[in-house]
């Protein structure tokens, strides 16, 4: 919850929630804190309302921006569940926009007195600016009594004080919003040295890893090298001298083909005959 010395920072997120919703809502600033989703349930128990009850403030609540929330699916009933937490900056950032619009319209209302000159009719208690005193030629319409100047010191006084607080709360909330920012500025630095860390311990597991895949194919590249190296020499070292003697001595020689010559025909006997 939020701490007791941040009771000022309280007020102002109660009176959010009740320009918003009202004022029975206002006990929801207690429940809701500034880091941590409540459950729904938790909140309408605590409110002491029903569930949809509670969820119709937090819808309008949330259409400010002023809750968010996030859900989650209850793995036995198969349902979700919603989760809310108030969003402090957004919260008040809605207050001071609201204020700062209620003091510029006291502030013009000042100016206006200031500058302007009013009457009223006295007996009718109604006030009347100097057109509409004109208008009616300073004689009331109601009662017919004439009109009489206002005096504008006292709500001028009462103007003025109303201005000075609605500064002073915006300054404070100037001062909250400025606390806040720098919280929410830290806790993104944490979250992003954080990540920076995980990234680089990622960068590093995938490096180590290549590194050792690397090692490893060069191991099985060596030992296939070896492997292959002590086969070529057993082949080697296996094949005797004799085998190879008797490869080439087993080769057949080449055939020489006889050519056959041809036997000389026997000559005939020349028989002279006598004469």
Same mark, same amino acid.
């Given at each position: 919850?939020?701490?007791?010395?941040?009771?000022?920072?309280?007020?102002?997120?109660?009176?959010?929630?009740?320009?918003?919703?009202?004022?029975?809502?206002?006990?929801?600033?207690?429940?809701?804190?500034?880091?941590?989703?409540?459950?729904?349930?938790?909140?309408?128990?605590?409110?002491e309302i029903t569930i949809n009850q509670t969820r119709n403030i937090?819808?309008?609540?949330?259409?400010?921006?002023?809750?968010?929330?996030?859900?989650?699916?209850?793995?036995?009933?198969?349902?979700?569940?919603?989760?809310?937490?108030?969003?402090?900056?957004?919260?008040?950032?809605?207050?001071?926009?609201?204020?700062?619009?209620?003091?510029?319209?006291?502030?013009?209302?000042?100016?206006?007195?200031?500058?302007?000159?009013?009457?009223?009719?006295?007996?009718?208690?109604?006030?009347?600016?100097?057109?509409?005193?004109?208008?009616?030629?300073?004689?009331?319409?109601?009662?017919?009594?004439?009109?009489?100047?206002?005096?504008?010191?006292?709500?001028?006084?009462?103007?003025?004080?109303?201005?000075?607080?609605?500064?002073?709360?915006?300054?404070?909330?100037?001062?909250?919003?400025?606390?806040?920012?720098?919280?929410?500025?830290?806790?993104?630095?944490?979250?992003?040295?954080?990540?920076?860390?995980?990234?680089?311990?990622?960068?590093?597991?995938?490096?180590?890893?290549?590194? &050792?895949?690397?090692?490893?194919?060069?191991?099985?590249?060596?030992?296939? /090298?070896? +492997?292959?190296? #002590? $086969? @070529? =020499? %057993? *082949?080697?070292?296996k094949k005797p001298v004799k085998k190879t003697v008797k490869k080439?001595? &087993?080769?057949?020689?080449?055939?020489?083909?006889?050519?056959?010559?041809? /036997?000389? +025909?026997?000559? #005939? $006997? @020349? =028989? %002279? *005959?006598?004469?």
């Amino acid at each position: 919850m939020l701490a007791k010395k941040d009771e000022k920072l309280k007020n102002f997120l109660r009176e959010s929630v009740v320009i918003i919703v009202g004022k029975p809502a206002e006990p929801i600033v207690d429940f809701l804190e500034g880091n941590k989703y409540l459950n729904e349930f938790l909140i309408a128990k605590k409110l002491e309302i029903t569930i949809n009850q509670t969820r119709n403030i937090l819808y309008k609540l949330s259409d400010h921006g002023i809750v968010s929330s996030i859900r989650k699916k209850d793995k036995r009933k198969g349902w979700y569940t919603y989760f809310w937490k108030i969003e402090i900056i957004r919260a008040l950032e809605f207050l001071k926009a609201h204020i700062k619009k209620r003091s510029d319209q006291v502030k013009h209302q000042v100016d206006s007195r200031e500058s302007k000159i009013f009457y009223i009719c006295e007996r009718c208690n109604i006030e009347f600016n100097e057109e509409n005193a004109l208008l009616y030629e300073f004689t009331c319409n109601e009662c017919g009594n004439i009109f009489t100047l206002k005096d504008n010191t006292k709500v001028l006084k009462e103007l003025r004080k109303n201005f000075a607080r609605q500064t002073n709360d915006l300054n404070e909330i100037d001062g909250e919003l400025v606390q806040e920012k720098e919280k929410l500025g830290k806790k993104k630095t944490r979250e992003l040295q954080k990540e920076e860390k995980e990234k680089k311990r990622k960068r590093d597991e995938k490096r180590i890893a290549s590194k &050792k895949l690397r090692d490893a194919k060069k191991a099985l590249e060596e030992k296939t /090298k070896k +492997k292959t190296a #002590k $086969k @070529v =020499v %057993k *082949k080697v070292t296996k094949k005797p001298v004799k085998k190879t003697v008797k490869k080439v001595t &087993k080769k057949k020689p080449k055939v020489i083909k006889k050519i056959k010559i041809p /036997k000389a +025909k026997p000559k #005939k $006997k @020349v =028989v %002279k *005959k006598r004469k």
